[in-house]
């Protein structure tokens, strides 16, 4: 049977929707990227670096802490400050030693805890450590917000913000409100960490966030009897991953007792132990990532 022949008239009032629609659309997306909210520097705050890993249970908080650390060893005059923006798994406090609840300033807002000289804030400071936080999307995004705006960092050349593991509602919230110096990306050399890593630096670039290179976290295993090294979770994974994408490595970190130890005893290596080849490898990080700092002026300054 003969399919019937649309009507001259329907095609040519469906194309003219389609036409219309077509047009609406475009005006529609010129909208919204007029309508995007402007990224706003936080107060004070001359740069700042993000540290994640799109996956977890790679060492990416860990990490954080000692290039923070790592800083201000290799740079004494530095202001650093360390954003926890874990908001499920805050791991800030236990590791750099800190706890209790911020005291607020005149103008309301938090005032960070310190150790170390690093200026600390974390959801973790916030709610008792045992204790779940169960919320949904929105209350996330809301305590996000806090987070980077009602904390009175003071003034700051850079601040290290400790991504949670994804890619998902923080890590655009993040990268879309603040102007980000640049992205650290952590990763072990394991195939199945990769593939998290390579979506964590396509995400960064995707919103326009320098990549500064990548970190190979748990390089290699070090016994602490004998020294001898074991490639547990394969050899050299990110240094050809970096390869592949057109990324910097930016140093190898090794598996170690003491680096572990000093995290859960809330004495990172970088300070526990600063003359060790564990800490050296934070320590050339810090500097690499520095050197890329590009200087840009923070319009909240007082002048």
């Not at 629609?21 to 670096?49: F, Y």
Request: charged share 20%.
């Amino acid at each position: 049977m003969r399919s019937k022949a649309l009507p001259i008239g329907f095609i040519n009032s469906f194309v003219q929707r389609r036409w219309a629609s077509a047009e609406q659309t475009a005006e529609q997306a010129t909208a919204m990227r007029r309508g995007l909210p402007k990224k706003w520097p936080i107060a004070g705050v001359s740069h700042v670096v993000v540290v994640a890993s799109a996956k977890g249970g790679v060492g990416k908080s860990t990490t954080a802490v000692n290039l923070a650390l790592g800083m201000t060893s290799i740079n004494k005059g530095l202001s650093v400050g360390l954003l926890d923006a874990d908001v499920f798994g805050p791991s800030i406090p236990r590791m750099m030693n800190l706890s209790g609840q911020p005291e607020l300033s005149k103008q309301d807002k938090m005032i960070p805890l310190v150790n170390y000289g690093i200026k600390c804030m974390s959801m973790g400071f916030l709610v008792e450590e045992k204790v779940a936080v169960v919320w949904r999307g929105l209350m996330v995004m809301s305590a996000i917000q806090k987070l980077l705006r009602q904390v009175d960092w003071g003034l700051l050349d850079v601040l290290v913000v400790d991504m949670p593991p994804g890619t998902g509602d923080t890590q655009l919230t993040i990268s879309q409100q603040i102007p980000i110096s640049g992205s650290v990306i952590v990763s072990t050399p394991q195939d199945v960490a990769l593939l998290d890593a390579r979506r964590g630096v396509e995400m960064f670039r995707k919103v326009d966030v320098p990549v500064l290179g990548v970190v190979q976290n748990m390089s290699c295993y070090v016994c602490p009897n004998c020294g001898h090294l074991s490639h547990i979770f394969g050899k050299d994974g990110v240094k050809r991953m970096a390869e592949e994408i057109g990324a910097d490595l930016l140093g190898d970190v090794p598996l170690h007792l003491t680096i572990r130890e000093g995290a859960d005893a809330g004495k990172p290596i970088v300070v526990s132990d600063p003359q060790s080849p564990q800490a050296e490898a934070y320590k050339t990080i810090a500097r690499r990532v520095l050197d890329k700092l590009p200087h840009i002026a923070d319009p909240f300054k007082p002048r």
